[in-house]
């Protein structure tokens, strides 16, 4: 974290604003997760409710081993936003870990009905239909097809 950056901001707060969220999102890059969360913590302060940066926190919970606290942000963000896929994608596999299997099939259905459509989320797609195919007692052959439309 850039501290003098921090403390030298002077009365021009505004001209040396740190965005902790993107702070945030670079350490956790680096596996920093520790120093991750304290400026995920600061980006909170400035918009509590952000639901990005909580996100960005369970994500790095789950990283670090605290699956408790990354279920609870997980679920802050969705008891704000029901449909948020991120969010459901993360539980799910926090809870398939646990082996609460139905729970778990819960979200990543809810992860699929939004239909995430940003870079990358196709590996994430592809992954949430195997799972879930697996939980059904699919067939290998069948969980790595594309939907007819007809879920």
Known sequence: ?????????????????????AEGVELARKERFHEALTSFRL?????????????QMAVVYTRIGMTDEALRTYGRVLDEAPDRPAAHYG??????????????????EAFLEARPSEPGAERHVRHARETLARLRGEGPEDSGTEPDGSD
């Open 1 to 21: 974290m850039n501290w003098w950056r921090f403390w030298n901001s002077g009365d021009d707060e505004s001209r040396d604003r740190l965005d902790y969220y």
């Open 91 to 108: 539980a799910g596999y926090l809870l398939l870990n646990r082996g609460l299997e139905e729970d778990a099939a819960r979200h990543l």
């Open 43 to 55: 980006a909170l302060r400035e918009r509590p409710r952000d639901l990005s940066t909580l996100e």
